[in-house]
Structure formats: C-alpha cells, structure tokens
C-alpha cells in the first residue's frame, strides 16, 4: 500500500518563512508528485504551484515572488519554499501526483500564520 505524504507545516508569524515536501512511498511512488494546492476553510480548494516533468513552473498569482517550487532529481519528491508568509497564506496544503491520466491526492499539511 502506498502513500503521498505532505509534511513541513507548522505554525509561523507573518513574515517567516516554511519549506514543505511532498514524498511518495510504496505503491504509491508510481505516481509522480507535479503541484501543490491549498484549502483554506470554507473555501474552495485552489492552485498554488505546479511543475511540470520537463521543470516548468506556474504559480498563482498570490504567491508570486513568496514561493518557489521543486523537484528532486529523482522526480519523486516536491518540495514547496515559503517566504514571506501572509495570515492568508493559512490553510492545508495537499500535494497532487499523476500518473498518465490517474492523479493522486496524499493529505495535507497544515500552514498557519499568525502572530
């Protein structure tokens, strides 16, 4: 059995600054981790960065200059680098696989800032 495990949240005052990554274990490493969403309460759950296999990256435009995401070299961990973090910035950030056509979700990590 497998997994997709987000993990580096925390609680943090604005201004500071949290790194997050994205692993896959077991069967689940047959999918390859390609972007990072967030779900704040009561909203709906939105895009923040997304990197294709090729190394291109999109991000939203609320995080534009704060946040960088990457890969490692073997392609199956991603990683998120937060800088500048907003009280908006608070919610749970998922991470996102794919597989051909298949995508998985792991479950989140929780972000909150606050001071």
């Known amino acids: 059995q497998g997994q997709l495990v987000a993990s580096g949240g925390g609680l943090v005052q604005p201004g500071e600054s949290l790194k997050l990554s994205c692993a896959a274990s077991?069967?689940?490493?047959?999918?390859?981790?390609v972007g990072w969403y967030r779900q704040a309460p009561g909203k709906e759950r939105e895009l923040v960065a997304t990197?294709?296999?090729?190394?291109?990256?999109n991000y939203a435009d609320f995080v534009k200059g704060r946040f960088t995401v990457s890969r490692d070299k073997a392609g199956n961990m991603l990683f998120l680098q937060m800088s500048n973090l907003k009280p908006e910035d608070t919610a749970v950030y998922y991470c996102?696989?794919?597989?051909?056509?298949?995508?998985?979700w792991g479950q989140g990590t929780q972000v909150t800032v606050s001071s």
């Open positions: 077991g069967s689940a490493t047959r999918f390859k981790p």
């Open positions: 990197m294709s296999f090729g190394g291109d990256t």
């Open positions: 996102r696989a794919v597989l051909g056509s298949y995508e998985y």
